[in-house]
């Protein structure tokens, strides 16, 4: 798990990108698409919407992290609903890769080493628990 430091750098930073959040999500769906344009089919509502889902997400992650345990219903559920839209277990890499980068070019120093290995780690714990949702 994170720890109480890891757990702040996510909250600060998040809540800096959150103040770019249009610029935030068009510079990351921009990067996913290059890094895997197979995946653009994949989305069936506008951009604008799944940008909001997006950052709901992410919102509810980052508010929850002090009780992370009480996602892992959500997450589970959001892993089952994503096989249906197509997701295949390769993606959840790409979209890791292409968020990082994205907190990366909005934030420039500010997502420092120590930021980035925090986010990093909680998405990769993000991306198990929907890949296991996935498989059930």
Do not use: C, N
């Amino acid at each position: 798990m994170l720890t109480p430091r890891q757990r702040r750098l996510i909250l600060q930073s998040f809540q800096s990108a959150e103040e770019y959040s249009i610029a935030f999500t068009k510079l990351f769906y921009g990067r996913l698409f290059e890094l895997q344009p197979s995946l653009r089919p994949l989305f069936k509502i506008s951009l604008e919407e799944q940008s909001r889902k997006l950052l709901d997400t992410l919102r509810a992650v980052v508010e929850s992290l002090d009780r992370f345990d009480e996602l892992r219903p959500q997450l589970l559920e959001l892993g089952r609903k994503h096989v249906t839209y197509g997701a295949k277990p390769e993606h959840y890499e790409v979209l890791r890769t292409a968020l990082l980068w994205t907190f990366a070019q909005a934030l420039g120093l500010e997502f420092d080493p120590e930021t980035r290995a925090a986010w990093d780690q909680m998405l990769r714990l993000i991306s198990e628990i929907m890949l296991e949702g996935a498989k059930s």
